[in-house]
């Protein structure tokens, strides 16, 4: 990002913090209707990513040359054409009413600067699979074999992706243009009053002093933080720059440290209340209330962090790492006497749970963060500070905003081709209509789409393909939204391109490719937990109270049992064949099946009492 100075970087801080305002008048009076919402938000967005981030990744330029003040100004023609002339696109009927000279042009405008704001916000991957489906919408009849598409004329491409709601302007962008904008605004709200820094300050003086407190520091300010802030590279530069030298102080190797943290950032995105753009997105694309996926989402995320706190407290005592001085910590006493500064999170989650719309919960818990403020003569919140957290919220909406509008071109790609049908097919053919077979599919899809994209875009195209083929073997949609959602996060610690974890690689000093293999031992369950809520819907809170409380107790079991197992390690070293029932008993504690929970939960039961002793030698983490 361009760093700008001078009479340029006020304008453009006037320009966030406009956009800002706007969105919150939106947020409280009422936004306006879906496709003009959409329109306003991208073309607010669109000039900024010309004027605050260079055609080449890495460039020190404080200027904004002359090409990218043109590409700014002509990125809003799009826009200010759909703004004015809103009621006559809205009155034409698709695929009936010509195209005309003007929109013909005006779209293809608007796909090539998207595209380019996406090369340069997003990366390289998301812009070529976003241009490779808008030419397949116009070439596809020319594929070969099961590719081979319909055929398209160029004005209804442009129809398609320019003048429809399912193209740029479908549901994607206009999560971003509503839901997302506001969380992240709350987001600086947070930061400004001081509540960002109780996350931190609560974690240090209720785990700092035990065994390995720095790492489980780390697991826990970043499932705090990390649930605002929904991106897992930003979660470990927001928190690994304090914990992974503290957790490296204490003994911790390095690729130990770097793991750490790049598993407790990435789970921050299935850590409700808020849990990034991509919960938002799966709330509207399955039409439902969004507080029922976060219900769905607590479950498992409450497995994937207590799995990942027992494994750092395990590899703490195997190598004998302790914690850290108390004088060196917040005091515990302080922590307890400022937990009124957590009444925005927990108010959120109440306005959530009793089925209040998103944006006006988190209307209300910005009004909520400013209060708790003015307790606080340190972060007290006066107009400039306001208006700083509204800047900084709105700041770094570009990046989902044009990830979703470039993944919106996919999706519409795929409804105007029927390319999921395909896809759909090639899956089919492949599992052979084994459902098993199919999961691990779309595994693999959702594993090599977030690989190369941020977590919103890997999940929305994984969506498009995978969710409908899940949904015709018979698995739950909100199952298979989640399944998709949760290996696109996934991702980021799952090497050869981990995003997450080389992130904490180069704050760790350590070597990239065995932090990432760290780190996707510590998040196992991650790997297990969305193929056992697909079969068992006890996991994902929806299945019955006798299956809800079966999936909460075995889960338990099952979180020790892939501890012990992972980490070779109970009370003493234990050998790799006790390491083995362990593994097998936890992965029984996850069978639809109560008689298999019963019998996984006895098993690593019977292994613990057992095998707790150890029998061999311990080893470096």
Same mark, same amino acid.
């Given at each position: 990002m361009r760093k700008l100075s001078g009479p340029i970087e006020k304008i453009i801080y006037l320009y966030i913090l406009a956009m800002g305002i706007f969105h919150l008048y939106t947020a409280v009076f009422g936004t306006y209707e879906a496709y003009l919402q959409r329109m306003i938000h991208l073309t607010w967005v669109l000039p900024m990513v010309f004027v605050l981030y260079p055609a080449?990744?890495?460039?020190?330029?404080?200027?904004?040359?002359?090409?990218?003040?043109?590409?700014?100004?002509?990125?809003?023609?799009?826009?200010?054409?759909?703004?004015?002339m809103y009621e006559e696109i809205t009155m034409r009927i698709i695929q009936v009413d010509p195209v005309t000279t003007a929109q013909l042009v005006l779209g293809s405008i608007l796909l090539f600067i998207l595209l380019e704001a996406t090369r340069r916000i997003v990366g390289w991957p998301l812009a070529i699979i976003a241009g490779f489906f808008a030419g397949y919408m116009y070439f596809g009849h020319l594929m070969p074999g099961?590719?081979?598409?319909?055929?398209?004329?160029?004005?209804?491409?442009?129809?398609?992706?320019?003048?429809?709601?399912?193209?740029?302007?479908?549901?994607?962008?206009?999560?971003?243009?509503?839901?997302?904008?506001?969380?992240?605004?709350?987001?600086?709200?947070?930061?400004?009053?001081?509540?960002?820094?109780?996350f931190m300050e609560f974690a240090q003086a209720f785990t700092g002093t035990t065994p390995g407190g720095p790492a489980k520091i780390a697991v826990v300010s970043s499932a705090l933080f990390g649930s605002i802030s929904g991106a897992a590279?930003?979660?470990?530069?927001?928190?690994?720059?304090?914990?992974?030298?503290?957790?490296?102080?204490?003994?911790?190797?390095?690729?130990?440290?770097?793991?750490?943290?790049?598993?407790?950032?990435?789970?921050?995105?299935?850590?409700?209340?808020?849990?990034?753009?991509?919960?938002?997105?799966?709330?509207?694309?399955?039409?439902?209330?969004?507080?029922?996926?976060?219900?769905?989402?607590?479950?498992p995320a409450l497995l994937y962090y207590g799995a990942v706190l027992l494994m750092?407290?395990?590899?703490?005592?195997?190598?004998?790492?302790?914690?850290?001085?108390?004088?060196?910590?917040?005091?515990?006493?302080?922590?307890?006497?400022?937990?009124?500064?957590?009444?925005?999170?927990?108010?959120?989650?109440?306005?959530?749970?009793?089925?209040?719309?998103?944006?006006?919960?988190?209307?209300?818990?910005?009004?909520?963060?400013?209060?708790?403020?003015?307790?606080?003569?340190?972060?007290r919140m006066g107009p400039r500070a306001i208006c700083d957290a509204i800047y900084t919220g709105a700041k770094n909406i570009p990046v989902v905003c044009i %990830?979703? &509008? @470039?993944?919106? *071109?996919?999706?519409?790609?795929?409804?105007? =081709? !029927? +390319?999921?049908?395909?896809?759909? /097919?090639?899956?089919?053919?492949?599992?052979?209509?084994?459902?098993?077979?199919?999961?691990?599919?779309?595994?693999?899809?959702?594993?090599?789409?977030?690989?190369?994209?941020?977590?919103?875009?890997?999940?929305?195209?994984?969506?498009?393909l995978g969710v409908p083929v899940l949904v015709k073997l018979g698995f739950a949609p909100l199952?298979?939204?989640?399944?998709?959602?949760?290996?696109?996060?996934?991702?980021?610690?799952?090497?050869?391109?981990?995003?997450? %974890?080389? &992130? @904490?690689?180069? *704050?760790?000093?350590?070597?990239?490719?065995? =932090? !990432? +293999?760290?780190?996707?031992?510590? /998040?196992?369950?991650?790997?297990?937990?969305?193929?056992?809520?697909?079969?068992?819907?006890?996991?994902?809170?929806?299945g019955g109270i006798v299956a809800n409380i079966a999936a909460v107790v075995s889960g338990v079991f099952a979180i020790f049992a892939m501890g012990y197992a992972m980490m070779s390690f109970i009370k003493g070293p234990i050998k790799q064949w006790q390491r083995l029932i362990f593994a097998l008993t936890g992965l029984l504690c996850f069978s639809p099946l109560l008689l298999m929970k019963a019998i996984g939960m006895a098993g690593v039961t019977v292994a613990y009492f057992l095998f707790r002793k150890g029998y061999s030698s311990g080893s470096q983490a």
């Open positions: 080449k990744r890495g460039s020190e330029s404080f200027n904004v040359p002359w090409y990218d003040w043109s590409l700014a100004l002509v990125s809003i023609l799009p826009g200010l054409y759909g703004i004015f099961i590719l081979k598409g319909l055929s398209f004329t160029l004005p209804e491409v442009i129809e398609e992706i320019y003048l429809t709601d399912e193209g740029v302007f479908s549901i994607p962008l206009g999560v971003s243009a509503t839901f997302v904008m506001i969380f992240l605004i709350f987001g600086g709200f947070l930061e400004k009053s001081g509540i960002g820094e109780y590279v930003a979660n470990v530069y927001g928190t690994g720059t304090f914990t992974i030298p503290l957790m490296k102080r204490i003994g911790y190797p390095p690729f130990f440290a770097g793991a750490v943290e790049a598993v407790a950032s990435s789970g921050g995105q299935i850590m409700p209340p808020i849990m990034g753009a991509g919960a938002f997105i799966m709330a509207s694309l399955l039409g439902i209330q969004y507080r029922l996926v976060m219900i769905a989402a607590i479950l750092v407290h395990l590899g703490a005592l195997k190598n004998n790492l302790k914690g850290l001085s108390e004088k060196d910590l917040p005091s515990k006493s302080k922590a307890i006497r400022d937990i009124y500064k957590m009444i925005p999170i927990a108010g959120l989650v109440y306005l959530l749970l009793k089925g209040y719309t998103p944006m006006l919960a988190a209307v209300i818990g910005i009004a909520m963060a400013w209060v708790i403020s003015l307790f606080d003569s340190k972060n %990830a979703c &509008a @470039a993944a919106g *071109i996919v999706v519409g790609s795929v409804a105007l =081709t !029927g +390319f999921g049908f395909k896809f759909v /097919g090639m899956v089919f053919s492949f599992a052979r209509d084994i459902p098993f077979i199919a999961l691990i599919l779309i595994m693999l899809v959702s594993l090599v789409l977030g690989m190369g994209l941020p977590t919103t875009g890997a999940y929305i195209l994984a969506a498009a199952a298979a939204h989640m399944f998709v959602f949760y290996f696109a996060i996934i991702s980021n610690i799952t090497p050869p391109v981990a995003l997450a %974890a080389y &992130a @904490a690689s180069s *704050i760790a000093g350590s070597d990239p490719n065995r =932090t !990432g +293999f760290a780190a996707m031992r510590l /998040g196992i369950l991650a790997f297990v937990v969305p193929f056992a809520f697909c079969y068992d819907k006890g996991f994902i809170l929806s």
